[in-house]
């Protein structure tokens, strides 16, 4: 009896173990598919960076409202 248990829990094990391996393979093929099908567009990138604005007294200000917000 516990042999008739331990080879049908073995041969579920072995269905999932096909079930998942055929699963990914699948997906792997819809990922080639939408690849080849939809390629995704590459963003330019910026040929150059925008000056920085120096807001030093304002970021100065914004700190010291918070601080005496979180010290009442």
């Given at each position: 009896m516990i042999q008739h248990g331990i080879f049908l829990m073995f041969i579920g094990m072995g269905v999932v173990?096909?079930?998942l391996a055929i699963l990914v393979y699948i997906v792997q093929l819809i990922s080639v598919?939408?690849?080849k099908f939809f390629p995704e567009e590459?963003?330019?990138l910026p040929t150059a960076r925008p000056a920085a604005v120096s807001r030093d007294a304002e970021?100065?200000?914004a700190i010291a409202a918070?601080?005496?917000f979180k010290n009442r």
């Open positions: 173990f096909i079930f598919f939408l690849q590459e963003e330019a970021t100065a200000a918070v601080t005496a």
